[in-house]
Structure formats: structure tokens, C-alpha cells
């Protein structure tokens, strides 16, 4: 499993998830992959599918990134500064992601094909810059919500925008559930639920700050950190806190992954596993099992001594094997490639 972080300092921070030595007293250990100055300017987001990873920052790139070789794929300039990014990925390519959608600061909503790694189009969605991208798990359809308070709709197979809605006030995170069926937005210190279908609101959570990082978990949990400084899990089906991480890091949260299940992928060795990351720059590994003990500790943690601005994560395992079957049928025999190319729409 591996952990992508990105950082104020420009800087992209790779960890892989392994089990400890026999001395260790830890269960986990974060193990360092690789780091080094990716952008030339801050990081705004991270995406992870598979072996896959992406970064987008404030200097206009988007770059492309191979977890099995920690190398770059590849790079695209675009005409403004990028704010999300989030991956499709079919279940018949559970480790190798299609797409590629991004938000940017003017507005517009980005389609890529990931192999070969360009632009195939940009929908203008908003008036203002777009504060986060999230896409159904059918491929078919993408949420967007921005400055200007709006909540859009993009359809995906044609390339256009297909709704917009006027919110109370400006949302800073969208997000679908696994399955589809559901997607909440953050607005400061509350969290919203809707139905997929209708977006009718099915439910609201308030939180006593700010939230700033979600994630969607299994049985319709919600995890959601922020300038508490502390992990909690939100029930959509009694209304409830399920449980908190009380002080989860010394500082604010910027970056919350659940590495309980890919989104496409079956079981993981280590079924109930949740990541958070801090703006001083340290990330944690937690068992949700024993968050609700009175001092909760830590599987496993890494300090990037970086201000940190955003975390992403895959529970795939790299498989060698796997890797080198595909190299030896598509009939490549030095570097991995991607295998499929192809548009949405």
C-alpha cells in the first residue's frame, strides 16, 4: 500500500506501507519511496489508482507518476492553476486508472486520457475557480463545487456540463461513496449528504471547526479532519459521531485516505487501516478498531518535516509479476506503460 503526499515546499513525498522488522516495536512502518521537487510552486492535490499517481499545483502542470518505479510518466501545462484532481478507474482495471479530471482555479473542468497522457477536453463549469472535482464510480458523470457557491454536474460521456445548482454558501469538498448511491459536500464546519440520484439532502453534520479534508469509508461512514486536529467518523445511518481521534497531530489536518478498501479493488491484508496527514508535515497510520480507546496511538507514522497541503493513497499491492506478465503480452520490454487510451465520450 502507498501513501502520496504534497507539500507547500514544492515537493511530492512517496511512502510505501510494509510490515515491520521483528524488532520493531511498531506494527507498520511508513518505509520513504521517494521525494523531490516535482512542481515549482506549491502542490494543491494528490490522486492515487493502483501503481498510478498525479499531482497538480499553482504552476499551471499536472504530472503523471509510476509507483512501481517511482518515476514520471509525464507532464501537461495547462493555461491555469490546477485545484483537484481525481482518477477513474474501470473495475476490469482495478490497478491501471483511464482518466484523468482536474478543476481549475478558472473555472473549467479538464478531461485526460492517461495513456498516452494528454488533454482531451475542457468543459467550462463555474464562474469562479473550482474547489474540488469528485467522479461516479460508473464513469459517466463528475461533481464539481467552486467559489462561485455552486454545485455542478458534468456529463462525462458527451464532455458537457449537464446541471448547476445554487448553493447557501460556498462548499469546499464534494465527494461520491463507494458505491455510488450517495455523495456529501463540506462547507466549513458542516458536512451535507445527498442521494446521487436527485441530490435531496439526507442528512447534516456540524463539527466544532472548520473541516477541511474528507473521505468516504465503508457501512456509510464519513472521515473528516480538520483545524481540530483530530480524525472523526461520521454515521450516515444513525446521524451519529461513531468515533473521534481526539489529537490526532499536532496541528491541523490537511489529508485524510481510508486504506480499508480501493474503490476498485476486493479485501487488503490490513482491512481496517485510515491515514492522516498534518500541515507540520507528519503522517499517520490508524486501526479504527481501537480509536475509541481513551489514548489512541498510532500504527505507524513518517514526519516529511514539510508543510503539507494534501494526501492521497492505494491499497493495491505491487505485484512484479502482475507488472511484467502485462509488459511481456502488449509486447513492451523496458519501461511499464499504461494499456488503454480512449476518451469517455
Known sequence: MSLI???????????????????????????????????????????V???????????????????????????????SSLTSLSFFTPQSLSSFPRNLFAGSEDGSFSIFDVDPFVLLKTINVHKKGINDVAVHCSGKLGLSVGRDSCLCMVNLVRGRKS?????????????????????????????????????????????????????????GLIFTGGEDRGVTAWDTVSGKVAYSIDGAHKSRVKGIVVLSKDNNSSATDNPYLLSSASSDGVIRVWDVRVTNKEKSKPLSEAN?????????????????QLIMAYMICTGFTVAYVLPFSGALY
Open 5 to 47: 503526499a504534497g507539500s507547500y515546499e514544492k515537493f511530492i513525498w512517496g511512502y510505501k506501507l510494509k510490515n515491520p522488522k521483528p524488532s520493531s516495536s511498531q506494527t507498520l512502518n511508513l518505509t520513504p519511496k521517494f521525494s523531490y521537487a516535482a512542481h515549482l510552486s506549491s502542490i494543491k492535490s494528490v490522486a
Open 49 to 79: 489508482s493502483g501503481i498510478v499517481a498525479a499531482s497538480a499545483a499553482s504552476d499551471d502542470t499536472i504530472k503523471l507518476y509510476d509507483l512501481a518505479t517511482s518515476s514520471e510518466l509525464g507532464s501537461i501545462l495547462l493555461e
Open 163 to 219: 446541471f448547476g445548482c445554487k448553493l447557501e454558501k460556498e462548499a469546499n469538498i464534494v465527494e461520491y461513496f463507494n458505491n455510488g448511491g450517495k455523495f456529501f459536500m463540506g462547507f466549513d464546519d458542516k458536512i451535507s449528504v445527498h442521494d446521487a440520484e436527485d441530490a435531496k439532502l439526507l442528512g447534516e453534520f456540524e463539527s466544532s471547526k472548520r473541516v477541511l479534508c474528507a473521505a468516504p469509508g465503508e457501512n
Open 304 to 320: 516529511t518535516k514539510s508543510r503539507l497541503t494534501c494526501l492521497a493513497g492505494s491499497s493495491f499491492k505491487f505485484c512484479d
